[in-house]
């Protein structure tokens, strides 16, 4: 029912937002931080395409171009895609979902935001006071000697922002523990919490290597000797073995919660129980621990031992059964469903295409002999966007628009989804696939000029990208509107399974009147009626 | 504007790459085709108002999902087998093949031939003949990569690493940098030339002599004083270094390593890293008198010390002669 | 799951006041012998003797000191969780840097080198030429 | 947000801590957070949270670790060189000190849990407590002082990494690798050392009065925690690092 009653968003003071403790404003607030980054990174990312139209470099300088993409991929990696999924949905939904008042450490889930705030700040002043040139790897010795730049004071943004990760992992995983409502076991645990709570896993003991790397990068870099350098005998692929124990399984932090979201909306819009829940949700758990153990594959062509070279190689291909496994149950969900392409479930559905293509290219850098040509090249820019910005960018807009009626308690306009969604996906493979081409053709990442037989496929490639960025700004114009006009939505505009659904739109701030009790499977959309969502409302507007 | 979709395939180890390229994008298309068809199927015959049955099947899953969980299992072994098979393949240089020093600056690549001759930017080598390259760094990690061998290789700081292939097509190609070195990171790249192997004795023939790289090598080992220690009759006790390149090594503590390209180098700039068996830390170490460029000669001549004596030369005993060097132009 | 109710409505410690002093005193006993050690010379068992000792000290402050022993195996499993991820780390780390100097086993066996690390040798004798 | 929450359903199926709701929550002598149901979920998830902290600490000194783990395989003896010159009596002493701190800890955490519920005894306990947390401390602080000789020690004989490093020999760069390790490890134990005196400090203070007893001790236990993990990190450093090679 329409509940117009106190909620959540009632205050209005600035002091109540920021002392807040209600995991749902801290969602919000990670929202709006995480798109002021989004935007500065995709304006960096623009700016290159722009720079990659013509073979010549014309239109920034090296080290502008250097700084474009170091920029780029330091803000998009953490302060986007990692904390995107987790921290704003996650924030929002997971109490809702387990049935809790709020995450079981509140004050420190906006202690985390003000981390992130300040990691992000020592990023900003480092984009701004003149940029760093190393790119988002931080390779040592060009890190540690060579580059010029604000690289302490972008290495402390990520290292900070790296604690803000902990914090929240932290936080999900004894939530995830401590705070179910009765009832609610592992096994009826939404497919969402359980990828939350692999990815939640990873971030707790990941992300405290990240730490201790950069540090000793900043260390050698300040003090001018340091465990890296080779002048004492030094290893500097000992920093790329510590820097990929991180940030391998931090690809999995980006896409493991894009999964999660996307096995909800498979079942919601396709009004089915999903097949092979358990399948699905240890396939999580064991992408987030084999994903510890594949990370010398970006490690083929250093002068990595040949024996390691093929040990990672052997576990990288153990680590892509997993996901196949999720997307043969989300196609096999789809059978005998009854579907509707509502906006989120077009996210979904491209996730599925986009992210099982840049999983399969992954099939291609995990084979030892082949990576050696791919890796380096654009091959790799394609494969890591596709799975990143295909599967966890779509992934995150289609949970975005599916909880958006509970985080405001508006509808938005659904044709604009549709369309939105639909130039997102042409957009996007116009932007990448030839990035594909562009790789096997021996084009390496990282020019800021090349040679002009490459041509052909960059133009393609900034085409796409400008109509990748119309489908980035529609969604911002068509939610900010419906924020004021869109239609009232009632307690579960989709009728979906979840706790989530069963409390006010927006939710009061204690989320739940009576702590609720769950007592049936997950996704037992045979047990609920088979209306369409959308006709409630209607009925609903009319009345 | 030139235009081309595919790249050339110019070595030996091209065209095998090629080929497991071609097998891995048939798996590709073979799942895309498996996910997408039926896929598509689903959500035109399953959307909504669509009149079709929807009963469920009650059936147990668990076969199901173990079939789909084996299947791409095996293939992955499969792909992974290959794959393994040919990178060995190309860290396995045929023992016929030509030594070519590379080190990479920021922004440049510094090339020499065994002969002497030196490139920058540029490597010129024969048709059908196999070339090693012994790559390092004098500044930050760089990558040696050329596109139509399908070759590629990290230059690091500190240590050798290699590559090699076999040209069989000659034409001129292009030479990436495609580890990001820095500001002019794009800027580090050339051309590589692939010669019938008459032109290239000419080229090779072309311009003022160059002193060989084991010559060079050579002088500076009697220049720094080495021939002093390391000759049997000095009164210093030091190592033998006659015929050690390639042959086991015991260390102080029990452990055996291969005298290759790596110890030879870390034991001129590095001599207490590792301690022969037997022997005491006296040797002084050449960090910073040498650069990159002469200590690769230093190690030519080492390898170049004992291998190419006649057998019985080498039964003769030890003596100080053993440094006189067979004057041969490799 | 939530765990039953533990300590906090109890008014009893968990550990009784004895044995955390006979821990203390165990880990002394213990700090002991790791430094006496150290003065004994078992050369490369010197390290595995050390870290052997470091490893019950540890044990003995998890289970004693922290009570782990007193916790839900969820706790425990945690408290592994730590140091399997570290293990992890340490192990797939010296894959790469306890094979890298060594050659795939083919280029050895093609160009008739011996392999490098021919551990039935042992320590060779010290009147052996040490070097060729 | 607190008198919504009290509205309790009741589970019908378990036991779970989450179904009585604030029902018995209100029986608890001490508050419990609001999103919590009782006191003892409370306790639990602060347990947890605790170890999962420890376990990204485990991890942030694992970085190091696996650095030293490299490099001592791969520079065998310049490791072995550089740990004979740290002082054996300076890292027994620091074990010690911190072995017996770990001892005070432990006691302050007993006392905490059996201090029964009247005023008297909580008032009583209070000031034990504050002590053994105080002598806790100034153990910790002892082993910065020792840390602080040791450190200057090494400065004197040009230990320290940089321009004033001298080690005879050709294997100085390597010696000068282990030393680099051993500041950033021992520095980061201080570190962490240096956060847990401040720590143990305030939680002094905080139990003077008798604020912590039998029924609610949790924020003693938590920082016991932490301070038994210093002290054990510094049990595997001090093997590593002091006795790598026999005297």
Redesign the interface.
């Known amino acids: 029912m329409i509940d117009l009653r106190e909620n959540y968003l009632s205050k209005h003071t600035i002091r109540s937002w920021l002392l807040t403790i209600d995991h749902k404003r801290i969602g919000l607030l990670y929202l709006f931080t995480i798109l002021i980054f989004f935007l500065i990174a995709a304006v960096a990312a623009g700016l290159m395409r722009l720079e990659l139209l013509t073979p010549q470099g014309d239109l920034l300088l090296p080290e502008t171009y250097n700084k474009m993409f170091t920029i780029h991929g330091v803000l998009m990696v953490w302060f986007f895609l990692i904390p995107s999924i987790p921290t704003v949905l996650g924030n929002f939904v997971l109490p809702l979902v387990l049935g809790a008042r709020d995450v079981a450490f509140p004050k420190l889930n906006l202690l985390s935001w003000y981390l992130f705030i300040l990691g992000g700040s020592f990023a900003l002043y480092g984009v701004f006071a003149g940029g760093v040139d190393t790119g988002w790897t931080f390779y040592t010795p060009l890190s540690t000697t060579y580059a010029n730049g604000h690289v302490m004071t972008m290495a402390a943004g990520v290292f900070i922002a790296g604690f803000s990760s902990i914090l929240t992992g932290l936080n999900f995983i004894v939530t995830t523990?401590?705070m179910?409502a009765p009832g609610l076991?592992?096994m009826r645990l939404p497919l969402f919490v359980w990828a939350l709570y692999a990815t939640s896993?990873i971030m707790v003991?990941a992300t405290p290597?990240l730490a201790i790397t950069l540090l000793l990068m900043t260390v050698e870099r300040f003090w001018g000797v340091g465990i890296f350098n080779p002048a004492l005998g030094g290893d500097p692929?000992?920093f790329q073995?510590l820097f990929w124990?991180y940030s391998h399984p931090a690809v999995y932090i980006m896409i493991l919660p894009g999964m999660g979201v996307v096995s909800e909306l498979i079942t919601c819009f396709s009004r089915k129980k999903v097949f092979g829940y358990s399948f699905i949700a240890f396939s999580s758990m064991a992408i987030a621990v084999l994903g510890?153990?594949v990370?010398?594959h970006h490690m083929f062509s250093t002068g990595?031992?040949?024996?390691?070279g093929m040990?990672?190689s052997f576990l990288s291909f153990l680590v892509s059964v997993p996901s196949a496994i999720k997307v043969f149950n989300w196609t096999a969900t789809l059978y005998k469903g009854e579907i509707t392409f509502s906006t989120p479930m077009l996210y979904a559905l491209g996730f599925i295409g986009l992210f099982t293509l840049g999983g399969l290219t992954g099939l291609f850098l995990a084979t030892l002999a082949a990576d050696i040509h791919l890796t380096d090249t654009y091959f790799v820019v394609a494969h890591f966007h596709y799975v990143m910005v295909g599967g966890m960018v779509l992934a995150f807009m289609g949970g975005l628009h599916y909880w958006w009626p509970k985080i405001t308690g508006r509808l938005y306009p659904e044709k604009a989804g549709q369309l939105a969604a639909m130039i997102t996906f042409v957009g996007f493979n116009l932007t990448f696939f030839p990035q594909f081409l562009l790789g096997y053709l021996g084009m390496p990442r990282r020019y800021h000029a090349y040679p002009e037989e490459f041509q052909i496929f960059n133009v393609l490639s900034t085409a796409g990208a400008s109509i990748l960025a119309v489908g980035y700004l529609l969604p911002v114009v068509y939610l900010l509107w419906s924020l004021k006009n869109g239609q009232r939505a009632g307690e579960n505009p989709w009728a979906a399974t979840g706790l989530e659904w069963t409390t006010p739109s927006p939710p009061p701030e204690h989320n739940f009147d009576q702590t609720p009790v769950v007592t049936r499977p997950p996704y037992d959309y045979a047990y609920q009626s088979t209306f369409h969502p959308r006709e409630v409302e209607q009925t609903l507007e009319n009345v | 504007m030139r235009f081309q979709v595919f790249p050339d395939a110019a070595s030996t180890t091209a065209v095998q790459v090629d080929w497991l390229l071609a097998f891995l994008s048939l798996v590709t298309l073979f799942f895309l085709g498996i996910i997408f068809v039926p896929m598509g199927v689903f959500l035109y015959r399953y959307r909504r108002g669509n009149p079709v049955d929807r009963t469920p099947l009650n059936i147990s899953t668990w076969k199901i999902e173990v079939f789909w969980t084996t299947v791409p299992l095996v293939l992955t072994f499969v792909i992974f087998g290959w794959g393994a098979g040919l990178y060995?393949?190309m860290?396995?240089?045929p023992?016929d093949a030509q030594e070519i020093y590379v080190v990479g600056k920021q922004w440049m690549w510094r090339l020499q031939h065994p002969e002497g001759k030196r490139e920058i930017n540029a490597l010129h080598v024969p048709v059908g003949r196999t070339v090693k390259l012994m790559i390092t760094s004098e500044d930050v990690i760089h990558s040696f990569f050329i596109p139509v061998f399908r070759v590629k290789q990290d230059a690091v700081p500190g240590r050798y690493t290699m590559e090699w292939f076999k040209a069989t097509k000659a034409g001129t190609y292009h030479l990436f940098c495609s580890e990001y070195c820095g500001t002019q990171h794009s800027g580090m790249i050339g051309w590589v030339t692939v010669m019938e192997p008459k032109d290239y004795q000419d080229w090779l023939n072309s311009g003022s002599p160059q002193e060989t790289q084991i010559a060079a090598g050579e002088r500076l080992f009697h220049q720094l004083g080495c021939s002093g220690c390391h000759a049997e009759n000095s009164k210093v006790r030091a190592?033998?270094?006659?015929?050690?390149y390639?042959?086991?090594?015991?260390l102080e503590g029990?452990?055996?390593?291969?005298a290759?390209e790596?110890?030879l180098h870390d034991s001129i700039v590095m001599p207490a890293k590792q301690i022969?068996?037997?022997?005491e830390n006296l040797m002084p170490s050449f960090e910073g008198q040498l650069n990159e460029e002469q200590l690769f000669q230093l190690v030519q001549y080492l390898k170049h010390l004992g291998r190419e004596q006649p057998p019985e030369y080498r039964r003769q005993g030890e003596g100080a002669a053993q440094f006189i060097v067979p004057h041969e132009a490799p | 799951?939530?765990?039953?109710?533990?300590?906090?409505?109890?008014?009893?410690?968990?550990?009784p006041?004895s044995t955390?002093?006979k821990?203390?005193v165990a880990?002394?006993v213990l700090?002991g012998i790791?430094?006496g050690?150290?003065?004994?010379?078992?050369g490369s068992f010197?390290?595995v003797v050390?870290?052997l000792?470091?490893l019950i000290?540890?044990a003995l402050?998890?289970l004693?000191?922290?009570?782990v022993r007193h916790?839900?195996p969820?706790?425990w499993m945690?408290?592994a969780?730590?140091?399997f991820?570290?293990l992890?780390?340490?192990m797939?780390?010296?894959?790469?840097?306890?094979?890298?100097?060594?050659?795939?086993p083919?280029?050895l066996h093609?160009?008739g080198?011996?392999n490098?690390?021919?551990f039935s040798?042992?320590?060779?004798a010290?009147a052996?030429p040490?070097?060729? | 947000m607190s008198d919504a929450t009290a509205i309790a359903a009741t589970d019908p199926a378990t036991g779970?801590?989450?179904a009585p709701g604030d029902a018995v929550a209100r029986a608890?002598a001490y508050p419990h957070e609001h999103q919590f149901d009782?006191?003892?979920?409370q306790?639990?998830a602060a347990?947890?949270g605790m170890?999962?902290f420890?376990?990204?600490?485990?991890?942030f000194f694992?970085?190091l670790?696996?650095a030293y783990?490299?490099y001592r395989?791969?520079y065998y003896h310049a490791f072995a060189e550089a740990s004979r010159e740290l002082s054996?009596l300076f890292g027994?002493l620091d074990?010690?000190v911190l072995?017996?701190s770990?001892?005070t800890?432990?006691?302050a955490?007993?006392t905490a849990?059996?201090?029964?519920?009247s005023p008297a005894a909580r008032r009583r306990s209070g000031r034990t407590i504050a002590l053994l947390l105080l002598a806790t401390a100034a153990l910790g602080a002892g082993f910065l002082v020792l840390h602080g000789f040791e450190y200057y020690e090494d400065y004197q004989e040009h230990h320290f990494p940089g321009r004033t490093f001298f080690f005879p020999g050709a294997e100085s760069g390597q010696v000068e690798l282990f030393f680099i390790i051993y500041f950033c490890l021992t520095g980061l134990h201080s570190l962490h050392v240096l956060i847990g005196v401040v720590l143990l400090a305030v939680m002094a203070a905080l139990s003077w009065k008798g604020r912590y007893?039998?029924?609610?001790h949790?924020p003693i236990?938590i920082s016991?925690?932490y301070w038994?993990?210093v002290?054990?990190v510094w049990?595997?450093l001090?093997?590593?690092l002091?006795?790598?090679?026999?005297?």
């Open positions: 523990h401590k179910r076991t592992w896993l003991l290597v692929l000992l073995h124990f510890f153990v990370w010398g990595q031992s040949a024996y390691a040990v990672f | 060995v393949h860290k396995t240089p023992e190592p033998s270094l006659v015929g050690l390639g042959k086991p090594v015991p029990g452990t055996i390593v291969t290759d790596r110890y022969v068996f037997g022997y | 799951m939530s765990a039953a109710p533990s300590t906090a409505s109890q008014h009893a410690a968990e550990t006041r955390l002093v821990n203390a880990l002394f700090l790791t430094v050690a150290n003065f004994l010379d078992l010197n390290v050390a870290l000792i470091a000290k540890a402050i998890v004693i000191f922290m009570e916790r839900s969820v706790l945690f408290v969780a730590g140091f991820w570290l992890l780390m340490l797939m780390t010296m894959a790469d840097y306890s094979t890298r100097s060594a050659l795939p083919d280029w093609r160009t080198r011996t490098h690390v021919d040798v042992g320590r060779p010290p052996a040490a070097s060729r | 779970n801590a989450r608890d009782n006191l003892a979920q306790t639990d347990r947890l170890w999962l420890l376990a990204t600490e485990v991890l694992g970085g670790f696996g783990t490299a395989y791969v054996v027994t074990t010690a072995l017996t770990s001892l800890m432990a006691l955490v007993f849990q059996s201090t029964a519920d007893y039998g029924g609610y949790n236990e016991g925690l038994h993990f002290d054990m049990v595997f001090f093997p590593l002091y006795l790598i090679a026999p005297r």
